[in-house]
């Protein structure tokens, strides 16, 4: 089978286009009897946002030129078409609408609410949704199936992020808030913004501060804080317990949600636990990328 995944050119600082690429590096070198290539990435399927698209300077120069970013140490080869055929399927994020390479096969990989970045869902027929998290919402239309297994194609840069042995903790707090711009700020005067910073920026001050401080409920920073020796904090957006924000335990390990000196002990006692998990999370991947293909083969062929 041949998979064509849409996504933004590779940004190491987006963990959405991470996943996607990944994704792409691990069917690649892990599964011989597939391929896999990255495609365009156009959210807007209409023929507005087609032209719109086309015709912006700098996308326009890049499609000219054949230029498309991806990561060098990947096996992510790119298509500026995508060929359709009876073993094609088609794997957009949520943020994509409508079908924009055409294929007669399409899989969504939710790896947000669907609607959630953008405030809009356009779907077609008869498509197959699987979803990267279970606390991402399953979501039904036109006749299409939700899936019931995970897709994860989880990427953890461990050389970057690490606890170093006896660290000097001279930083009180930092802070970052990504998507969670509308909740009420908490953090004390003179915490550190890690908004913009590159990753090497970020895991600098983690191996100096005590607490991390994090407003986007969603993001893998608060694990990559915990992985520096930090204590971890989410901020809650709406009053929910623990298990209503992240329903499978091993993903809140490392994490205090809230600031409550309960929460702040679960997160120092599950540190280990946290590691086992993120240890065994490229093999959980393989696992789940497995049963997808199979789920999406019987489901379109």
């Not at 004390?188 to 983690?206: C, Q």
Request: aromatic content about 12%; glycine content about 6%; hydrophobic content about 35%.
């Amino acid at each position: 089978m041949k998979f064509y995944i849409a996504s933004p050119e590779y940004n190491r600082n987006s963990g959405g286009t991470i996943a996607l690429h990944n994704l792409c590096h691990l069917i690649n070198t892990h599964f011989d009897t597939h391929q896999a290539m990255m495609v365009r990435h156009n959210a807007d399927a209409s023929y507005a946002g087609f032209i719109r698209d086309a015709l912006h300077p700098r996308f326009l120069c890049r499609r000219f030129m054949g230029r498309y970013e991806t990561n060098p140490e990947w096996d992510t080869p790119f298509a500026e078409v995508a060929c359709d055929s009876r073993d094609t399927i088609a794997i957009y994020p949520e943020i994509v609408l409508g079908n924009p390479t055409g294929c007669k096969n399409v899989a969504r990989w939710f790896l947000h609410h669907p609607g959630f970045l953008n405030g809009k869902v356009h779907f077609g027929r008869g498509e197959i949704y699987f979803r990267h998290r279970d606390w991402v919402s399953s979501f039904e239309v036109n006749g299409s199936k939700t899936s019931k297994h995970l897709l994860k194609a989880y990427y953890f840069p461990s050389h970057i992020y690490n606890d170093p042995n006896n660290a000097i903790r001279d930083i009180e707090c930092c802070h970052m808030i990504r998507k969670g711009r509308y909740t009420d700020r908490l953090h004390p005067t003179g915490s550190i913004e890690l908004d913009g910073k590159s990753h090497e920026e970020i895991a600098a001050v983690f191996k100096r501060a005590k607490t991390f401080m994090c407003y986007d409920e969603n993001t893998a920073y608060s694990r990559f804080a915990a992985c520096c020796g930090c204590d971890s904090i989410v901020i809650p957006s709406k009053k929910q317990t623990p298990e209503e924000w992240l329903p499978s335990e091993s993903d809140r390990f490392g994490i205090a949600y809230g600031t409550s000196e309960e929460q702040l002990a679960w997160a120092r006692s599950t540190k280990g636990k946290m590691w086992e998990e993120l240890n065994a999370e490229h093999e959980n991947s393989l696992s789940a990328i497995r049963v997808c293909i199979a789920e999406m083969k019987e489901y379109f062929l």
